[in-house]
């Protein structure tokens, strides 16, 4: 995210940061209309931070403008989160097998740790699990040595928020054990198998995938 420094830039960040977790976690419906008058009211904020604050949310592919001046959270179909799914497996396992090759005791040490605090969060801070939870997976990819490839990655990640805990509002999705899922990922690039890694982390993608295309199509 680039956003200017100084008082209007922190608001602009804030404006930023405080959207786009509503529109991730759903407090602002996928195809809403995004006034700026009332988020200026709901933000304690200017116009300019609001709309700066959209527009960079415009580059997130989290909202999109509608006309000159108005924007709507970016609406949620089947055909969009096929696309992201899709993408989301090329890419992840082009970056996962590109950082297994280029492996470091110092990645490996990383990779662990970040798994462990994860799980640490999911016991013991719920409400900020949704940070070591990206943060484990991005690990997992960093040592790609591909700076766009690792951003484009993030980025799926984010687009894929929404329709997760879509997911995760149902009853079957929490019969999974995810963190076995993570475990079996994390083991097999601790041993360096990259073909056994990418199958457990496509296959932990699909799974949610295949969930949640079920859930799209019965609303």
Known sequence: MNVIDGKDGSATRMAYLTLRDMILTG???AGKKLKIEDLRTLLATGASPVREALSLLTSDMLVERIDQRGFRAAPASIANFDEILSLRCALDDKALRQSIAAATSVWEER???SHHRMNRTAANDPASFEDAHKMFHMTLLDNSGSP???????QLYDLN??????AADGPDYKKRDIPAEHQAILDAVIRRKADEASAALLNHYRRTGEYL??????L
């Open 27 to 29: 407090e602002l419906p």
């Open 111 to 113: 990779l662990v740790l």
């Open 148 to 154: 766009m490839l690792e951003r484009f990655c993030s």
């Open 161 to 166: 928020i929404r329709y997760r805990n879509l």
């Open 213 to 218: 295309m079920g859930q799209l199509t019965n």
